[in-house]
């Protein structure tokens, strides 16, 4: 095998046991013919920049990125794109021929092309949009729903001061509220998103009483193991539309998998289904 031609990429972030992205990048490296492979790359707080510093030489595309380094690896890289610079955070890096990393940001996009393909009437100037959590996922969405014409977006964290700093780079559009006020934030809201990882497999529920929940309102939680959070099941058991995160997962993957490999991925049912099962 050529090893010029043969593409290593993974995802970094601790913990990332719990990742489906390699049985996705791997799924699409097979169908298209590839010689490559897509790796789990735990790397714990601390030791983030010597691990980006060993991508070239180890001969990797590039990676994603995910919790806890979004925001720290940023400034880490040597380019970013202006929207992950819009955004403030990075999921994807991509290794150029000198060994430069240039850091991009899909997150958003995905996102929102998750929610189109689960619910294809949806908008985002249907009504006020209830965001939990402040983190770098936090910030891709809120970019994604003002650049798609939100209205009006409540950002509700436990650390109020991090809502606050996020909320300042969207002008008004983005207002917080203390995590005491999460329950009322969502009286009369056409869409609620969890960005935090309560629910997440090996975490606590989300603590939110839906009670002030409009039943047209859309639940949405990028977390996507499990596929029905404790939200979303409760959520769906009271009459609200559901989306999880997998949608999220799979339409971010396609602009890094290209940038990467060399060419675009479509979503088949077959994969779909392959991810739903793994789950």
């Not at 997962?249 to 088949?268: C, D, H, K």
């Amino acid at each position: 095998m050529d090893e010029k031609k043969f593409g290593l990429a993974g995802v970094l972030g601790w913990p990332v046991a719990h990742s489906r992205s390699p049985l996705l990048h791997n799924y699409w490296i097979r169908q298209y013919g590839l010689q490559g492979s897509y790796v789990l790359l735990p790397v714990a707080p601390g030791n983030l920049q010597a691990a980006l510093s060993g991508l070239p030489a180890l001969g990797f595309a590039g990676c994603n990125v995910t919790q806890p380094h979004k925001v720290e690896a940023m400034a880490l890289v040597h380019e970013v794109d202006a929207n992950a610079r819009a955004i403030g955070a990075i999921n994807t890096i991509v290794v150029g021929p000198d060994g430069a990393l240039r850091g991009m940001n899909n997150d958003g996009f995905g996102y929102i092309q998750g929610l189109i393909d689960a619910s294809p009437d949806w908008r985002a100037d249907a009504g006020p949009i209830a965001v939990l959590g402040a983190g770098g996922a936090a910030r891709a969405v809120l970019m994604a729903l003002a650049q798609r014409g939100a209205k009006e977006i409540r950002l509700v964290n436990r650390t109020q001061d991090k809502a606050v700093a996020l909320a300042a780079a969207f002008a008004g559009l983005v207002r917080t509220l203390p995590w005491e006020s999460r329950h009322e934030a969502l009286a009369d809201v056409a869409m609620l998103v969890n960005t935090t990882n309560q629910g997440m497999h090996g975490n606590p529920p989300l603590d939110i009483d839906l009670r002030l929940l409009p039943l047209h309102a859309l639940v949405s939680d990028i977390i996507y193991v499990p596929l029905e959070t404790p939200l979303l099941t409760q959520a769906r058991a009271r009459g609200n539309r559901t989306v999880n995160g997998l949608g999220m997962l799979m339409n971010q993957a396609r602009p890094a998998f290209q940038a990467w490999f060399g060419v675009l991925p479509e979503i088949s049912p077959e994969l779909r289904h392959l991810m739903e099962q793994s789950i």
